[in-house]
């Protein structure tokens, strides 16, 4: 049990996926409602074209604005600028739907998957033997407990739906720019290995480096408890300073 196993981030991912098979679908949710953020991004600009174009300026309406006015509305530019306000407020108000669910939905899943992880960790750590106990302390099965649970939700929530949320944008992004400016697809292209190529040469460096730190908390939180629940001991031997 004291081994530690390098398993690869494959590995990992699929370990943890497997412990939240019960919250797929929410998992699943979280990431549609996220990609609904990318389109409603991309009609913030309509309604300020309209006003910019077609009210101020003397472009015609676009072709799907213009089949759902009458004729003698698309005309009108007081009716055609309350048009685009409404728009404006609809869109932000959309937006702020999809942030609200968002966040809703991955507060209440991540607690559940923490929850969950928290139950296992417990039921793994009372089959422990008391040889480990004794050689750890209580208190680093207790921060593991508290605290190492918390990764779940940092993984699966703050890491990977973002992660794809951001790639499927990517590469609409650069499809999109595809077919307008094929020169400028390829000079966007060009960026992103080197930002993978950076984020692979420093992983290793920075997982080591968390690795330490929680190594650290872990360590001090151990002696906060051990002088708290022996303040008798230590207070008769005068040890304050010390510890």
Same mark, same amino acid.
């Given at each position: 049990?004291e081994?530690?196993?390098n ?24 990431l ?36 759902? +006015?009458a004729?003698? $509305?698309?005309?009108?530019? *007081? &009716? =055609? #600028? %309350?048009v ?17 669910a ?23 750590g ?28 940092w993984v ?29 697809? +390829?000079?966007?292209? $060009?960026?992103?290995?080197? *930002? &993978? =190529? #950076? %984020? ?22 151990a ?9 008798r ?11």
């Open positions: 049990m081994e530690r196993r398993y690869s981030d494959v590995v990992l991912l699929k370990r943890i996926l497997d412990h939240s098979r019960g919250n797929w679908t929410r998992l699943f949710s979280i549609f409602i996220s990609l609904l953020a990318a389109p409603l991004a991309l009609l913030t600009p309509v309604p300020l074209k309209i006003a910019v174009d077609s009210i101020i300026g003397t472009d015609p309406l676009p072709q799907f604005f213009a089949s759902l +006015l004729n003698e $509305t698309s005309n009108d530019k *007081v &009716i =055609l #600028l %309350g685009a306000a409404v728009m404006i407020i609809f869109i932000a108000l959309l937006q702020q739907a999809q942030a609200m968002t966040w809703l939905l991955s507060t209440s899943t991540g607690e559940m998957l923490v929850l969950r992880f928290r139950a296992s960790l417990f039921r793994h009372q089959r422990l033997s008391l040889a480990r106990h004794d050689s750890k302390g209580s208190f680093d099965s207790v921060y593991r407990i508290n605290e190492d649970a918390k990764a779940i939700r699966l929530i703050d890491c990977l739906v973002p992660l794809i949320t951001l790639s499927l944008t990517l590469v609409s992004m650069v499809f999109i720019t595809a077919q307008i400016d094929g020169h400028l697809a +390829l000079v966007t292209m $060009t960026v992103a290995p080197i *930002v &993978i =190529l #950076l %984020g692979y040469i420093y992983r290793p460096h920075l997982r080591q480096g968390w690795r330490n730190v929680w190594s650290l908390q872990s360590s001090a939180l002696v906060v408890q051990e002088v708290l629940s022996s303040l001991i230590v207070k008769a031997f005068g040890q304050e300073n010390r510890e």
